[in-house]
């Protein structure tokens, strides 16, 4: 039996793999059951009887408030109560955020794959650094202009037309510049 745990030694344990890894697919079993838990938990936290819950216990001790004469204990318990799940619900959240994100990045570029007229440069763009990331923006944007230029002319334009930013080009993944 192998170990299912092995990681790419690029990638830090926990952390979302770059989509263009093979680490992405092959992940540990902790990994993957602490991915279900989140799942699970952040689509539950986000449903109307969660909601509801949170509102009975606020509402519960409010209620109690009397009888504890509105004292600093009675204000800590909700406060250290509050504290800690929102700790908690930060991470679990966050992974739920970093797995759809993944998703999301790889049904784009299956997209752009798939595409004749669509730049396979743009596929991983996510990995670049801000700087190159306003650089295609400013791209796209001279685009824009030009399409409004045109008028109702209908014309397709690809950030593989003459003026993408050359001293910075969009790099595969996998390839450093």
Same mark, same amino acid.
């Given at each position: ?5 092995? *990681?790419?030694s @690029? ?37 109307? #009887?969660?909601?509801?819950? %949170?509102?009975a ?5 409010a209620?109690?408030?009397p009888?504890?004469?509105?004292s ?6 909700? *406060?250290t109560?509050?504290?800690i799940?929102t ?6 959240i ?5 797995k759809d994100?993944? %998703?999301?990045?790889?049904?784009? *570029?299956?997209?752009?794959? %798939? @595409? !004749?007229?669509?730049? *396979? !440069?743009?596929?991983?763009i996510e ?5 190159d #990331?306003?650089?295609?923006? &400013?791209?796209y ?10 008028g109702?002319?209908?014309?397709? &334009? ?5 003026g ?14």
């Open positions: 039996m192998t170990d299912s745990t092995s *990681n790419d @690029s990638t830090p344990l926990g952390s979302v793999p770059d989509t263009s890894s093979p680490s992405y697919a092959r992940r540990s079993a902790v990994l993957s059951a602490f991915d279900r838990f989140a799942s699970r938990v952040t689509r539950w936290a986000g449903s109307p #009887l969660a909601f509801c819950m %949170a509102v216990v606020v509402a519960l001790w209620a109690v408030g009888l504890f004469g509105f600093e204990n009675w204000q800590l318990v909700i *406060n109560g509050t504290t799940v700790f908690l619900m930060v991470f679990l966050q992974q739920s955020q970093n994100s993944v %998703a999301m990045h790889l049904k784009l *570029n299956e997209l752009l794959a %798939a @595409s !004749r007229t669509a730049s *396979n !440069r743009m596929i991983g990995d670049l650094d801000e700087q #990331l306003r650089e295609v923006a &400013h791209f944007a001279r685009l824009a202009e030009r399409a409004k230029a045109a109702p002319t209908k014309e397709r &334009h690809s950030i593989d037309e003459e993408m930013p050359s001293e910075h080009p969009v790099p595969r993944p996998g390839r450093t510049r």
